[in-house]
């Protein structure tokens, strides 16, 4: 019922689901635990989040939470678009500092698994747009963290420019990946 496949960081994994379309719309499974653990996802995901941004050019992140509180995230688009961007924060990995991104939208029955060890964030790319995401750990703010978004160092092509995004004052004044400390060991 789902299909499973790595990115250019291998641990972020672009899930598919299956659509059952008939004259009255469709049906999908979003998540069931043992088909998820069938392909390697054996996350045990306790809460689920929701936002919706209003406008076109809203950014999200690049968010994270330091362990004990780490989370790993699967993230959807319920309703609208947006640029989904994962960066690797695993000092030890091959891929520290690197980042992947990948549209997610309501048409595409895709969901994208954001490990522990990543700060992820999210670009909207249409009004209205509803994105949920569960998460393995609940929120602390204690153990909240994040990388400034549009950080040259990160070379992320977003889709809207730092003068035009929407953005919330704690996000704008997020640090950048080089003023980051170790976070992830």
């Known amino acids: 019922m789902l299909e499973v496949r790595s990115l250019a960081i291998p641990d972020v994994k672009v899930v598919r689901l299956k659509r059952l379309s008939d004259t009255r719309g469709y049906f999908c499974e979003t998540f069931r635990r043992s088909a998820f653990a069938e392909n390697g996802i054996s996350q045990d995901f306790i809460q689920d989040n929701q936002s919706c941004s209003e406008r076109v050019g809203t950014v999200r992140g690049l968010h994270f939470q330091r362990p004990p509180f780490a989370q790993a ?9 947006i640029l989904d961007v994962v960066l690797d924060l695993r000092r030890r990995s091959p891929t520290f500092g ?19 060890g990543f700060a992820h964030g999210f670009c909207t790319l249409e009004p209205q747009t509803t994105v949920l995401y569960k998460v393995d750990e609940v929120y602390s703010p204690e ?40 976070v992830f060991e």
């Open 98 to 116: 690197k980042h992947v991104s990948v549209k997610l939208d309501s048409e595409s029955d895709e969901q994208l698994l954001v490990p522990k």
């Open 143 to 182: 153990h909240d963290g994040g990388v400034y978004w549009a950080d040259p160092e990160l070379a992320i092509e977003w889709p809207v420019k730092a003068a035009e995004a929407q953005l919330s004052p704690k996000d704008r004044a997020l640090p950048t990946f080089g003023q980051l400390a170790s």
């Open 73 to 81: 995230k699967l993230v959807r688009v319920l309703r609208g678009a």
